[in-house]
Each structure stands twice: as C-alpha cells, then as structure tokens.
C-alpha cells in the first residue's frame, strides 16, 4: 500500500542531512519544537520567506519568530541589552521568544519581521531544531505550521493536516512537550509580556528583579497578530461553563464532571501543564467530529493556566 505519509520523515543523520541540504537549496520544511511544530525557511533569503507566508495565508503584517542555535549567532541582527543576557542565561535554549530592536545592517529579510524596526528572536530546546541550527549559516523564520489563525500543530501528522504534500519534508520529532506556543517578552522598552507561555511573567520578574505587567494589563501590543481571533478551531465557543448542552462537545477539566462521549478531559488529575500539552490535539478532535459548538470549564488561572486561558479566549474571539 502507498504510504501517504511519505513526506514525514522519522529522525535519522540521513533524514537530518535531507533537511539541511533542502533548506540551504531554500526549502521550507516542517519541523519540531518543544512548544509547537514550526514551518522554517531560511530568514536571510526571500524566497522561503514568500513561500512561508503564501502556504499559511498569513497577513504580511504579522511578523514571523526568528530562530537561533546561539546568542553568538543573534549579534549580527539584534541590539542585545543587559535584561536579554539575563533571562539568555537563565531560560534559553528554551520556551521564550524576544522582541529586541533590529541592527540596521541585519541580513534578515524585511518581509520575514513585517518591515518592522524590532524582531522577535527565539533559541528552540528540541534536540531535532537544535543540530539543523547548528549545521546552518543562517538563522530559520519558523511560524507555526498552521494555516493563520488556526490550530497550531503539536506534531508530525498534525502538520501534514494542514499542508499535505504542499512540504516536501516534515521531521518528526514526537509530540510536542509543551503544547502551546513560546511566551512572548518585549524587552525593548518597559518589559511586557506579548503572549503568556510557561514561561510566566513572575519567573521572568524574578530573574530581572522586576514586576512585569501581565499580558492582559499592557495595553500597547504591537504585533498585530496579537490581537487577532487566532488558535481557532472554527466552531464557536463558550468559555467558564459548569454545564454544556447535550449534543454539543464538553471541555472539561479534573475529576468534578460526569463523562459522556461529547466530554473532553483536559487532564484528569488537574495537572495544567498536561493540559497545555492536550489543548490543541483536542481542538483538532472536536473539529474532526464537526461539533456545532464548544462549551469549556474554568480552568485555573493559575501557572501555565494562564496561557491555556489566553489561546481559550482568542479562540473563542
Ligand atoms: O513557540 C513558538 O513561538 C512557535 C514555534 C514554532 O517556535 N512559533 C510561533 O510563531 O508561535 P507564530 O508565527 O505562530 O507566532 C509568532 C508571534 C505572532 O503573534 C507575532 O505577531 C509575534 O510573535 N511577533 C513576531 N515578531 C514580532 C515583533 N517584532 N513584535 C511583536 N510581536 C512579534
Ligand atoms: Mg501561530
């Protein structure tokens, strides 16, 4: 039988080489994080560039991640300050995206970060990211594999959901640890949380001796796929729900709702950052079995749960 599935490739040196060759020849490459799956190109070339933003149908107007093996790779691209060297050591490689003022003789390709001043930097943990990085000259613009506004893909097949054999090449690196998308700091001006992640914002506070305004309380947010409805399944959704209706899909959370084969369980034992991890996959199942709606619990705002409450409410936007 024909292994539809073919452009998955599984984690090898063979396989790694393919995908180093591939995106040295420009190619655009589904690819592991630790968060969520990403799409990469090179950053300093524009056609990846073009290809990436065409394959999701994303606005130009919102800028992609920069991703790098190491700090000493970012020097060329990014003023880097004395809040970036501190949460650098303490975090990365890890979970954490920056938004750092561009160098004005940057390689990166204008397109890739909207034409902004400013670019987002990100240092991925997954070991697969980090030996493609390393073999590079070149840093990777890596969205999420998903077409705009949708469900971010949390591993190999997710991806190959939303693009088929549009890629030539998916690596799959296992399901992603984490689950949800890297927390975003903007340490341009007065620190501010951009997008919560794991990384929560008194972690970052402890590290810069600092009280960070969270997410929901700073008001300039400057990318503008920040504001929009994103991390969608399409159905509509009602969120702090104790109830849901009969025929529709439940979300639940814990061991306080009776089960029935509309309820999802988040985590059983209330853990949060299994939840994280079975967001997404959960809103791909319910979108699978075309429910007409979605109720959800409360789940706590507490540690990680204030990042799954954030991609809740946008996706319920
Ligand atoms: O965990 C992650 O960050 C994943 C994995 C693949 O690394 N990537 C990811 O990328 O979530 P993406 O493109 O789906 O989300 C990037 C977010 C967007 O909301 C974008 O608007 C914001 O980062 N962003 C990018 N550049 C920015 C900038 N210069 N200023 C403010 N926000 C920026
Ligand atoms: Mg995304």
Known sequence: MKNIYSNILKVNKKNLSKAINYL????????????????????????????????????????????YYSVSDLNNDAKLNKKFYSLYNKLCPGPITFILNKKINSKIISSAVANLSTIAVRFPKHQVIRNILKELKFPLAIPSANQSSGISPVNSKDVFEEFGKKIKLIINGGNSKIGIESTVVDLTGKVKILRPGIISS?????????????????RSIKAPGNLKKHYSPGIPMKLN????????????????????????????????????RNLYKTFRKIKKRKYKKIYVVKIPNVDIGIAINDRLKRASS
């Open 24 to 67: 040295k020849k420009d190619g655009v490459i589904g690819i592991p994080t630790e968060t969520v799956y990403g799409l990469a190109g090179n950053a300093y070339s524009k056609k990846p560039i073009k290809q990436i933003y065409k394959l999701k149908k994303r606005p130009k107007i919102n800028p992609l991640i920069i991703h």
């Open 202 to 218: 008194s972690r970052i506070g402890k590290i810069l001796k600092k009280k960070i305004l969270p997410s929901s309380k700073s």
């Open 241 to 276: 729900q104790i109830r849901s209706s009969k025929n529709d899909a439940f979300i639940i959370f814990g061991k306080n709702y009776k089960n029935s084969k509309h309820t999802f369980n988040l985590s059983l034992n209330s853990n949060l950052n299994e939840a994280a």
